[in-house]
């Protein structure tokens, strides 16, 4: 047999070459020595360890592809197929913070026990929830016929809750047919649907800096490359937007525009017409998050409306007025998009949200009292906004703006203390935190706090958080030059 | 300038053909001659057109990869960036018909105006449904504290549902505990979870031919190659199956064992054994999607059960005999792999199912109720199975074979008639049938059809079955040489 390294034909020496690499890195697989799920050499290194060029590993490469042996992944070279450990989001998540993650704050929030404080939570307490209006939907439910208790809903979701929908943005000034509008089982899980139809792995996403935490972690799950822009209290810093947009044509701007999470900042009307103008030169989509709106008092501009939905999405849900337990969300798009997501959702889901729970969104919504329940949630709101910055201010906490209305309160810290350390030691006072750097991509809000001015009522939390704030400063390095005020000594 | 085709310096050849490469393929993006979203000429062909080595070409390519101009995708090669139309599921579904595919069946049944009779969709009339047991769970709910009707519900969902499934499984012989069982959104939904966590782009799933259609346009969302294997009377050929571990290495096998949908077959004990033991010996992994559980009188061997969960994942939802309009399923496997999975569930939906739809699912399940519902229910299609197939005789439809329990008859047609053909022709007749294709993966199903024969009540359909049958036999062309029985012409 020729050995084909040292024969001069150039056909034979391709051939050859290629199955002489191709056999090396099937050999190195059989033995363990590349194990599954591991990546393979690059093509530069291996042609440089193997002596050969680079087209003859990609060729080996490739055969060894089309043999099932090992894939490509894109942007990330090859690797080894078979039963590899499978993804865990732990690694695909940014971990800035070993313990204080995203998931983390997730996790800590959604299974607390029941009666724990949770000042750092992203929801209002059940009893500042329309509870009359929905146990009167629901017993309405219990006599509803048949079919709305057993049967699948429709693709888009029922109409009657999309007409209300429409008719509410038509108030707003957005003319969107029913149609239009896609029911989805969240929030969270719209901005999931659209990212699984308009993006790819690799792909650049833009969010503010800080924003939800959560869109790190679903956006990670997608595989994308989130860049983020800092926040102003009138929305994104423009010249860093514009900028950004330049340089990494991103292929998505993920936003609230309304009372923004976790800042409490609403977009200025010349911002959201400049931003508009941008994505238009830039060619980028907005997905326009707008769950907040019904805790706004006066509406404030929204890029939706501006744009008239050619190149905004907008998403919301009922969580945050009416109930996060009924799990129901809305998307409205371009009709075309529309009509691929709600394909998507049938394939992924078979449907959207469950219809009994649009039945009791529906009928929650046209209960007399749920315009009532909006309006006395705001006084509400806006008087325990006042006092929680009063009663934050002794501990030197101060807030970054005062938002024009919802439950967050995006605060300063004293000079030096980080907000991680803060929530790591509030855990022993059973309190559950949201610091700031959960929410910022570049990591640059560890001196800043989020707080749930409806879930201070308890007492025992400006005293845990007094407690925690000396212990983090007890744990603090001295260069940190932690600046306390006399009330927390 | 230096032509550099023409230098024979190998460094300025090898850095200055790459340049020329790249500037090429970025003046065919400027000028639009390559779109955005496009693919770009394979590696090969590029050089081959160019005159340079196919390394040159992976190199200018890599470059404009990292400039963000174009974008590897696995197995596929490369296509340039931009605001290119996005993907849509039609592309992503395989088509072997142009009308009749998995989501044409989904939206017909799905969105079919109410009364028009669907003896091809998966579900119960709601007459067949517990409306008793549900409508009191309702009103006990509507009762219920106020968390349970506003706040999420805790990352795994309510532990009182995931402490009955222990119990039912316990009586199955499978033990799991409560902690590893996590609910979902539904059956769908898990099979999505789990993809989204086993599966990358390319990877190899294996699933029965026929199967249940929607799991086509799910696994197509995921971009893994699907492969069928036979499904026989008692599970899948066991020799076809071998030789698609052996020869393909697939990573995951979707399945039902029981009533599997189409074709209401069951696995048999030894076809069971013989299955885990392959993929023991192939390291495969199973999703036994348990989803009609509740409509089998006696229980037929599980995977689950055999396995222990080592590589079985089990899922399962309420949707087949309690109400599909509650969306609530559930996910049963290894603890590190549904720690992992709940971890996905909050990040791409904020939770699994609707709070409300577990407790209604749990006060139904507990109602005294539910467990003579089930009985009922048995007999009741037990009668309709019998009384369906003696109707379908005389059109010459014979049911491939008599299921053990459910709604499902897996019919072949007479001689020659093609499925697709006619359900196409029955919707003119107001029926939406289930044309065998549709669930066949290798597209030799086209003579079956899948009835529900607790849906073929209506007088109707039997006559309008007829009148599409001759229809699509005077739409055929002679050489079908179709055989319809005197009682049909």
Known sequence: M??????????VTAGGRTARVAETIRGRIGARGLAPGER????????????????????????????????????SGFYVCGPAAPLTLADATPRRDRAIDPLWLSRQALDAEPGVPMPGCGWLPAAWMPQGAIRRAMRGLARAEDGLLTDYGSTRGALDLRR????????????????????TASDTNAVDLIGRFLLRPGDT???????????????AVHGVRLLGVPYTPTGPDLARFEAVLAEHRPRLYLTNSALQNPTGASLSPQTAHLVLTLAAAHDLTIVEDDIFADLEPEPSPRLAALDGLARVIRIGSFSKTLSAAIRCGYIAARPDWLEALADLQVATSFGGPS?????????????????????????????????????????????WLMPRGGFQLWCAL?????????????????????????FSLSGSASGFM????????DARIFDGLARAMKAAQRRAPASAEIDLPPSVL
Not at 2 to 11: I, L, R
Not at 47 to 73: H, K
Not at 414 to 438: I, K, M, Q, T, Y
């Open 2 to 11: 020729v050995d084909s390294t040292h024969t001069h034909s150039p056909a």
């Open 40 to 75: 393979l050499p690059s093509i530069r290194r291996l042609a440089g360890q193997m002596g050969v060029s680079p087209s003859t590993v990609v060729e080996a490469y490739d055969r060894l592809a089309a043999e099932g042996l090992i894939r490509a992944r894109p942007g």
């Open 164 to 183: 209300l929908l429409e008719r509410q943005f038509a108030g707003e000034g957005l003319a969107v047919p029913a149609d239009q509008i896609l029911l």
């Open 205 to 219: 996403v833009l969010v503010d800096d800080p924003c939800y935490f959560n869109f790190q972690a679903l956006l």
């Open 355 to 399: 219809p009994i729970s649009v039945e009791l969104v529906t009928g929650t919504l046209r209960d007399g009292s749920y315009r009532r329940h909006l309006d006395a949630l705001h006084r509400r709101l806006s008087k325990a906004r006042r006092e929680t910055a009063a009663r934050l201010e002794p501990l030197g906490i101060v807030p």
């Open 414 to 438: 004293p000079h030096g203390l980080d907000a991680a350390d803060v929530a790591r030691a509030a855990l022993d006072e059973g309190l559950v935190l949201a610091p700031g750097n959960v």
């Open 450 to 457: 989020r707080f749930n001015v409806a879930q201070m009522g």
